[in-house]
């Protein structure tokens, strides 16, 4: 739905509150997505407001609503319903629904809704909210449905129109032996197209993808992916199955996590709430202490320019190249990570692979450093000419060549040169500090973008110098 | 399954093709995922090689598998077969497949299969080659199941039994009326709960999610994760379907535009193969035309310092700091594009929402700000006092104040209030590039990150030299 239309649905659904309009309130609710309509209500604030669409529309719809609206309004919810009307939203919602909702909870408003829940609803719900988030625990249900192997697919086909408007999918079936462990999967359109009397050991795949419960959930998304699957068995240790992921959490677990790798690589940190949900001083917190970490990290280029200070003294056009020298050659090492953590991202990369890719980057860095060598030179014999910026032989007394011309090729010559350098070195660092990080199981996000720029400030800044103070300083007549 | 078992498979398939034993081969591919088999023969090279599998494995698999081959692969796979082999895999294979392989082949080859297919399937496959990339029409499939609202829930699901087999997904039924226009969705569990008399359009959902042809793959991919969807229609302008979109696709969809979010961020653009199926040379030139442009931009930066030779070349410890100022301002710009590309990316902003987060922004940037002034001050009064920068009044003979901590102070305040400013624009110009590109309907990743860096960089160098020229110099002597 278009903005507009929510703005309008948004006006139409407050009307029909304010004047307990239930008729229209109603056709409402079955007229447009749940979706849609939560969005148009997430300015609704008033417990009163809420409540009153709680009661007066029909539950086939309101358990759906009450996942898709904001934590706010679920507390609001909760904390205003009687055990009655919470017993019921907690019964016509899927156990991971509500459980997704706890999450986010404070403790008293879970604890209410544990005591309302019947006993085996809370056990379900305490077992799921106990698994370490991100993991496959914490993002299956248990509402599924699953036969013995030697069901016939008739009967298996009749359960599933008796039993499986309370499963979460029954377009995959699972299968145990009589020792209920998991022995294979069925889609719900090889049930279709099989014999009624067929045992489902007959048309049950018995190859199959499937994770344990504290399996991490980007993994479990690239199972997904690699096996175009619509649901996925979670097995305990003992190969007991004790839940299912489906294909539309992973699709949300996919989004939460590209998110999470833009803010990664941004230096923030996972933000968990929307950006308007955070509060102010949260944010800036996520944001303080990358930016303080890498101005600690600066000490070294601080204290290499600081060692150098006597020879900008004498050559201060020294000091307008090394922001573009740095920023280059941190840019180019900011590349070979972005490649690499896409690589690593989609995974690509097998065993052993390891020393191609370092090969492979190696003949790119050298390619990348010298266009951008010729490039820098060109660029900076043009800066010099036309005077953006001044080299002059008469403004720095202490050097002895006369000829300015013969001092810009110096000065270019000695900045690409350092950039050649310093481009190749950024982008092995690169490779190197992804697969390091990936051998230490961090995310090359959080740990290589800030080690890669620290490293190549330094790099970069020593080279430069150092080409200068031994080789290209010795030429325009500096001690 | 884990590199060993792949590592282990390969050497199995590979034992088997030389050997030609046929028996092993064939039992393979029944007992391990048609996923793991493609990976574990993606070094096989050899024509031949390949052939034998195709010949002698049932065509039940090899469709699937030629799916999964790596783009090399499959274009010595085409171009060795004969046409009856070529037209089995084709009739085998479903369109979107087909037509994902044919995108990145050669033109002989893709007219080579396109001779080869029957009449109707040529014309599918042609129109689906001509859609756009990205576009809805270049991921839909022409393989599905549609009925007439009049149609009644058993003849459907007998019709599905017999006619399922060929379309892509029978878990979405399309209805259309008579003027064959899609006028409802149904799941296939509602098909298999309702009564065998019910007309469909009894218990069709007649609000669903639709997209035209030409509507974006990202936008679609958000669709499928607001609405819990397991297929889309794909509508033309009239309202006709034409198409349908499965979750497994949106699944890759959302793994490619994620994998594109994070080289936009590192300024490389989007790669499209693997990394180590691109060429050397193709790599290069996606990493350097960024390069290149930051260079140029940093033409700023060079006309500011080269403005302030004189000033440096006085007070050399200036260009002790500038890096860390550059470098502590532009990371808070990042942060801020990297919180709004997020929040972008998961469509967490309303209409009329601009205001709210451009002032709640500058709350956050007032707080950082502060938050590193303040560390910075204190950073920089250590760096100076123990020596890792040398700051001593007697190094800079054009300065009249004599005291060494009296100085350190005045640098630090320097460094602090050139960073109060500094964080703040970056922050609010973060914002506004983001809302800016997002109008242009530009990507805020590949838009605002080069000027973001740019215009922080202009602004921290110009405050820092004012600020020393006008105030801070003046204090410590210098005209």
Redesign the interface.
């Known amino acids: 739905m278009e903005?507009?239309e929510?703005?309008e649905l948004e006006s139409n659904i407050v009307e029909c509150i304010k004047e307990r309009n239930v008729k229209s309130l109603r056709t409402i609710f079955e007229?447009?997505?749940i979706?849609d309509i939560a969005?148009a209500m997430d300015d609704i604030k008033e417990p009163n407001e809420l409540l009153f669409v709680f009661r007066v529309v029909s539950s086939d719809y309101t358990a759906d609503l009450f996942a898709e609206l904001t934590d706010e309004q679920q507390e609001l919810i909760i904390n205003s319903f009687t055990d009655t009307q919470l017993l019921q939203l907690i019964e016509n919602s899927s156990n991971d629904d509500i459980v997704d909702s706890l999450e986010d909870m404070p403790a008293n408003l879970v604890s209410r809704v544990l005591k309302v829940a019947n006993p085996d609803q809370r056990k379900e719900i305490n077992k799921l909210l106990n698994y370490k988030e991100d993991t496959a625990g914490s993002i299956m249900t248990t509402e599924f449905l699953t036969f013995l192997d030697t069901d016939k697919v008739g009967d298996t086909?009749n359960a599933?129109?008796e039993k499986?408007?309370d499963a979460e999918t029954?377009?995959t079936v699972f299968v145990k032996n009589n020792k209920r462990s998991l022995v294979g999967t069925i889609e719900?359109?090889d049930l279709?197209?099989a014999k009624d009397g067929q045992s489902l050991s007959d048309i049950m795949k018995v190859?199959?993808?499937s994770v344990t419960v504290d399996e991490d959930q980007e993994e479990i998304?690239k199972l997904?992916?690699?096996?175009?699957?619509?649901a996925m068995p979670v097995t305990n240790k003992t190969g007991k199955l004790i839940g299912i992921i489906t294909?539309?959490d992973?699709?949300?677990v996919?989004?939460e996590?590209?998110?999470e790798?833009?803010?990664n690589?941004?230096?923030?940190g996972n933000?968990e709430d929307?950006?308007?949900e955070t509060p102010?001083?949260k944010?800036?917190l996520k944001?303080?202490p990358?930016?303080?970490i890498?101005?600690?990290l600066?000490?070294f280029?601080?204290?290499i320019?600081?060692?150098f200070?006597?020879e900008?003294?004498?050559f201060?056009?020294l000091?307008?190249?090394?922001?573009?020298i740095?920023?280059?050659a941190g840019?180019?090492g900011?590349?070979t990570?972005?490649?690499?953590?896409?690589?690593l991202?989609?995974d690509?990369?097998?065993?052993g692979?390891g020393k191609?890719?370092v090969w492979?980057e190696f003949?790119?860095a050298c390619?990348?450093a010298g266009?951008?060598a010729i490039?820098?030179f060109c660029?900076l014999m043009f800066?010099m000419s036309v005077g953006?910026?001044?080299?002059d032989p008469n403004?720095f007394p202490s050097i002895t060549i006369t000829d300015a011309n013969l001092l810009h090729v110096i000065v270019a010559l000695l900045v690409a040169s350092t950039l050649f350098l310093s481009?190749i070195v950024a982008k092995i660092s690169g490779v190197l500090l992804c697969f390091l990080a990936k051998k230490l199981k961090r995310d090359p996000?959080v740990m290589a973008t800030p080690l890669i720029?620290t490293i190549v400030?330094i790099v970069s800044l020593v080279s430069y110098f150092l080409l200068w103070t031994l080789v290209f300083g010795k030429i325009v007549g500096l001690a």
């Open positions: 903005q507009e929510i703005v007229d447009y997505l979706q969005e086909l599933i129109r499986g408007k029954i377009y719900l359109d279709v197209f190859e199959f993808a998304a997904f992916k690699r096996y175009d699957l619509n294909v539309d992973i699709v949300d996919m989004s996590e590209a998110a790798d833009i803010t690589l941004s230096g923030v933000v929307t950006y308007l102010v001083l944010l800036a944001c303080v990358w930016i303080v890498l101005m600690v600066q000490v280029t601080s204290l320019l600081s060692g200070q006597a900008i003294a004498k201060a056009v000091s307008v190249f090394s922001p573009t740095m920023d280059a840019n180019s900011g590349q990570t972005g490649l690499m953590i896409r690589s991202t989609l690509e990369f097998k065993r692979d191609k890719v492979k003949r790119v390619l990348v266009m951008v490039f820098a660029w800066e953006i910026v001044k080299c403004m481009v996000a720029t400030d």
